[in-house]
């Protein structure tokens, strides 16, 4: 059974990743992706500091790329790069492609929320704001992946990758999701789940699961397990009620990454925790149902 969801009814979306960080941004790409009710209006490649990979931005494009190749969508999605570095401080936009299609989607003419789904750094949507302000009075919301557990705050890898970013977006007025550490780390997977729900579909299910076990297999010790920590932003989208919530007034950020309580800025929406069957088992049945639909299974 299809279903077709009416043009005007789908939820606008962007999403913007740091796929070649490690191994789970690509389940959430794919997701967003294989969502019916999303317009999805591009993917945006993110960097991830220079700790890694001095070419972090343009890894996560190659990546992006293999994925719409493997799911044999190369050319009908739009992807674009993003910022290839942090900003150098909280007044100076770093300009991209990825964050001209930022401002080129909030300035469109249309009454629906433009979801932005953030899984690595707020780089993009800063610099977004600062090279057209105008664009901070559109119905934006952003769904973000990142900071370390309320109230204190402290060391987080997205954050840490631009730290000026994060500062300019919860200044702002945007509309802000923020699911921090401890709850997106309560989207855990086993191996052996994956390789029965996700390996047998298709070519993207086996590479999702192969790059997944060949990441984890260089970890100091052995696991059986990965957090899908990036998955939730496509979840919440779907389901806002998704996990427990409540809206905070926006902290400000020290260079430690924590949080400065000074109740000067507008509420944000902070999840403690994120519904994980939801989001993983419709995950599951959307890829069983695409390698359906192209004859994979």
Known sequence: MEFDYPQHKKLRV?????????????YAIVHGILTPSFELHGIIAAHFGDKISQTSMLDSRGEIDLLLRLMGLEGSIRAENGAPHPMPDEL??????GARLII???????????????????????SALLLEPAIEGRNIRVIWIGGYTWPAGGREYNLA??????SVVFKSRLEVWQVPYNAYRMMPVSHSELIEKVYP?????????????????????????????????IGLIMYPEGGRSEWRPAPEIDPQMHYIHNGRHRAI????????????EDFFAKIARFARSSNED
């Open 269 to 280: 929406k902070v999840y403690e925790t994120v519904d994980p069957r939801f989001i993983l």
């Open 104 to 126: 080129e989607e909030a300035l469109k003419d249309d009454d629906r929320t433009l979801n932005i789904a953030f899984c690595g750094p707020l780089t993009d949507m800063a």
């Open 201 to 233: 579909h298709g070519r993207i299910g086996a590479y999702l699961v192969e790059q997944l076990l060949e990441y984890n297999s260089r970890k100091k010790e052995a696991i059986e397990y990965r957090s899908l920590g990036d998955s939730p932003v």
């Open 14 to 26: 962007i999403i913007n990743t740091d796929t070649k960080a490690e191994a789970d941004d690509q």
């Open 161 to 166: 990758n631009d730290i000026h970013a994060a």
């Open 92 to 97: 100076t936009p770093v300009d991209s492609a």
